[in-house]
């Protein structure tokens, strides 16, 4: 099989997927943590401002999850179909949420009555928690496994993703998402608004490290296949390492008011924590529950190499623009948030 750079292109495309979504995760989980804290500001300003703060960046944040949606289906079109398919509804539910958040922002501002704005407020509030949640919801059945036949095709029942552990790994990903949201705030307002947030940015650490801890340990218990490659290969212990120092690092931080670099570090803890479980499943994608024989792998389901090839060099094209815009839309808009006739 053809490398490069000693990897093969299954693998190579398999870090560009999860590349494709940790980036996601790092940029959408921040403002969809702000979301996920709306309500908590009870001023009409406060809650522009918070809403402002995410305004620019949001919708070009989203644009992440839809290339990786691409890269998914055109590098490993089996996965795309079984996993759309076992996960259908909270998938339609996410779509349907998307929807809300986006119409909540853009619609709160263009009548001045309170009803009208505090209906959107508490569309915008949930439906960046439930797009959260039923992101950790998904994360955790491919981490567990779902029921998948031999064809690929989902033997299980429609309420099978509701299961202990899903639900585990679902309330995690949305304190860790509010964590993330609450330090971005902190660099984006001032005043009294800030003074408020620096009580949330601590009280949501703790509701994330609780959840870490009873995830990490729900994990070990009931997802043991993820430590396999662990016990094979020592060396990669300094990655959970690093982890828990990443996370140590922004209650550090927090302690210190440099919200900046503890925004740095509950990026990077976002980024290990999909890392540790990249590492745990490889080579595997999706894990069958009725037999290993029908485990998804990088080499099963992945596309021919000619279009994984081809496809690989529109990623190293592609990509970098995407980095590119996306570093140049946070530079344009940096500094703390000032409302004026033009914000929402």
């Not at 804290?37 to 995410?54: C, D, T, W, Y």
């Not at 119409?103 to 709160?108: A, D, N, P």
């Amino acid at each position: 099989m053809e490398t490069i750079l000693g990897l093969d292109l299954p693998t190579w495309w398999f870090l560009v997927v999860g590349g494709l979504f940790s980036g996601y995760a790092i940029l959408d989980g921040f403002d969809l943590g702000a979301g996920a804290l709306h309500l908590f500001f009870n001023k009409e300003e406060s809650r522009r401002i918070v809403l402002n703060a995410v305004g620019p960046v949001w919708d070009g944040n989203e644009v992440w999850i839809v290339i990786g949606g691409g890269a998914l289906f055109a590098g490993f079109p089996l996965v795309y179909a079984s996993v759309f398919s076992a996960f259908y509804i909270p998938f339609m539910l996410f779509l349907v949420m998307l929807i809300f958040r986006a119409i909540s922002i853009e619609f709160r501002s263009k009548e001045p009555m309170h009803w009208w704005r505090q209906l959107w407020d508490i569309n915008y509030c949930i439906s960046s928690i439930m797009i959260a949640f039923l992101l950790g919801l998904v994360l955790g059945n491919v981490i567990q496994g779902i029921p998948i036949d031999q064809n690929g095709d989902f033997t299980g029942s429609w309420l099978a993703f509701i299961n202990p552990y899903a639900c585990i790994v679902a309330v995690t990903t949305v304190a860790l998402f509010m964590m993330h949201g609450a330090i971005y705030l902190t660099m984006k307002t001032e005043n009294r608004l800030y003074a408020k947030l620096t009580i949330l940015v601590k009280n949501t650490t703790i509701f994330f490290v609780i959840c870490y801890a009873v995830t990490t340990l729900a994990t070990l218990l009931y997802a043991t296949h993820l430590s396999e490659d662990f016990k094979q290969h020592p060396q990669l212990f300094s990655i959970p390492l690093v982890a828990i120092l990443s996370v140590a690092n922004i209650t550090r931080q927090i302690t210190k008011r440099k919200y900046r670099f503890a925004f740095i570090s509950s990026s990077v803890t976002v980024s290990l924590l999909l890392i540790l479980i990249a590492i745990g499943l490889y080579p595997n994608i999706v894990i069958s529950t009725v037999s290993p024989a029908y485990n998804l792998t990088v080499y099963k389901a992945a596309s021919s190499a000619k279009s994984l090839k081809i496809m690989l060099l529109f990623a190293v094209i592609g990509v970098p623009l995407v980095v590119t815009y996306t570093t140049f839309v946070f530079w344009t808009f940096r500094g703390k948030v000032k409302l004026d006739e033009h914000s929402y």
